[in-house]
């Protein structure tokens, strides 16, 4: 059974700091590009960053210079670091691990709430 777990959430104040960490099991991380989307009530889940199988990173406009995507394969973990945190940035985060080839299934993981208020 796959499940991605996604950890570090909480509260934080405008301009600090935030780690989450996406725990996949029952796949082999290598194999997949990992994402963080965000969801607002209301509103669509919004892709914000990805770290590719290759090494590659791509970031929102909204978060560049800010968020930092990375992986470690060896622990099958995802890592999503946010600095200088700003309240629009509250949301309930989301990890994806997104096959790199057709056959592989993409992946979900539960959510983990971020809330920025001072």
């Known amino acids: 059974q796959v499940q991605l777990f996604e950890s570090g959430g909480g509260l934080a104040l405008p301009g600090g700091s935030l780690t989450l960490s996406c725990a996949a099991s029952g796949i082999d991380t290598s194999l997949y590009d990992m994402a963080w989307y965000r969801e607002t009530p209301g509103n669509e889940r919004e892709w914000v960053a990805l770290?590719?199988?290759?090494?590659?990173?791509a970031y929102a406009d909204s978060v560049k210079g800010r968020f930092s995507v990375s992986r470690d394969n060896s622990r099958n973990t995802a890592y999503l670091q946010m600095n200088n945190l700003k309240v629009e940035d509250t949301a309930v985060y989301y990890c994806?691990?997104?096959?790199?080839?057709?056959?592989?299934?993409?992946?979900w993981g539960q959510g983990t709430q971020v809330t920025v208020s001072s």
């Open positions: 770290r590719t199988a290759g090494g590659s990173a």
């Open positions: 994806r691990a997104e096959g790199i080839a057709t056959h592989l299934t993409n992946y």
